[in-house]
């Protein structure tokens, strides 16, 4: 099953410290990774970007479990970015 973006939800969006923290829910694991993997690709996060806490927490409607995260990644400014040559 390929796993979309209807499949997160990001809950909190801050900066502390000259850092992003992203604070959110996926449907799987893979889901967290594939979000780190996009956001990195997007050129505007310095890599690597921290994947801080994952844990799996119940919920009363399908799927069942979802995985709560955080992230922890420092943007660059628009003259910074350079967008990650595709594979």
């Known amino acids: ?3 979309t973006y209807e499949d997160r939800l990001l809950t909190e969006l801050k900066q502390v ?3 992003v923290v992203i604070d ?3 449907t799987t694991q893979t889901g967290v990774s594939d979000f ?3 956001l990195e ?3 505007y996060f310095k890599r690597s970007i ?3 806490s994952t844990r799996a ?3 009363p409607q399908p799927p069942g479990e979802l995985v709560s995260f ?3 990644a420092q943007f660059l400014t628009p003259g910074e970015a350079k967008p990650v040559a595709a594979k």
Request: proline share 0%.
């Open 24 to 26: 959110g829910t996926s």
């Open 36 to 38: 780190v993997n996009n």
């Open 57 to 59: 927490i119940s919920s």
């Open 1 to 3: 099953m390929k796993e």
């Open 41 to 43: 690709a997007s050129g």
């Open 70 to 72: 955080t992230l922890r």
């Open 17 to 19: 410290v000259g850092d």
């Open 50 to 52: 921290d994947i801080v």
